[in-house]
């Protein structure tokens, strides 16, 4: 069965600042995909990061990037130099051959 | 290029009552997916529509059922409400070929709220 954890229900940091959210996953498959989506006040699901699980080198998009790191099914998103447009949910996902698997989310907040 | 619509937004009904939310793709999308969002949890899948037939389901009841149209857009019916039916629901669609990869694009969701 595929199981996707986040341990920080809540994180803040202060604007220009370095966070890190973090995921533990598990699954049999061993051709998947891992994801981080920002979920805003908007309701609406975005695609912040995706890695893909075969490849070792860690994804970046500006000023997201991943720690991946496959043997231990820890999959954690750092963004750097936080602005006040990054608070949202975040979820962590992972998929298989189907079905996106979410986390609980990390809810993060971006004080002025 | 529209993005994915939901309607209605929100909406409340009372328990036993029968529920339906659409869902219009974006546009050249295929393949449309429906989850489950109870409050501070992480989205759940429901089922997934690709060329009008259900071609995967999640760990819902059969009282979840859903359509998908030749325009590719889709509905969720939900029949005998429960009060743990109270959610968001969050289409998300995209091309056949980008299922595998997790390429969704979502909705903003419907607010349902079962009394």
């Known amino acids: 069965a595929q199981t996707v954890t986040q341990s920080q229900p809540e994180m803040s940091v202060q604007e220009a600042e370095t966070v890190t959210l973090s995921c533990t996953y598990d699954?049999?498959?061993?051709?998947?995909?891992l994801f981080w989506y920002k979920q805003p006040p908007s309701r609406q699901m975005i695609l912040v990061i995706r890695?893909?699980?075969?490849?070792?080198q860690n994804a970046t998009e500006n000023r997201f990037s991943v720690n991946f790191q496959k043997a231990a099914k820890s999959f954690s998103l750092k963004i750097s130099d936080s602005q006040l447009g990054d608070t949202a949910m975040y979820f962590c996902?992972?998929?298989?051959?189907?079905?996106?698997?979410f986390g609980q989310g990390t809810r993060l907040t971006i004080n002025p | 290029e529209t993005g994915v619509t939901q309607s209605p937004t929100h909406l409340i009904k009372t328990r036993g009552q029968q529920v339906t939310l659409r869902c219009s793709s974006q546009?050249?999308?295929?393949?449309v997916s429906w989850y489950q969002q109870a409050l501070g949890q992480g989205p759940q899948f429901i089922f997934q529509?690709?060329?009008?037939?259900?071609?995967g389901r999640g760990n819902f009841p059969p009282r979840f059922s859903g359509l998908q149209f030749p325009n590719y857009s889709s509905e969720l019916n939900v029949n005998a409400l429960e009060l743990d039916d109270s959610a968001l629901y969050l289409c998300?669609?995209?091309?056949?070929?980008?299922?595998?990869?997790?390429?969704?694009?979502f909705g903003e969701g419907s607010r349902l709220t079962v009394l």
């Open positions: 546009s050249g999308h295929n393949t």
């Open positions: 699954t049999s498959e061993n051709n998947y995909y």
């Open positions: 529509y690709y060329r009008e037939e259900e071609n």
């Open positions: 996902a992972q998929k298989g051959a189907q079905k996106l698997v």
């Open positions: 998300a669609s995209s091309k056949a070929t980008r299922v595998r990869t997790g390429e969704l694009f």
């Open positions: 890695q893909e699980a075969y490849k070792q």
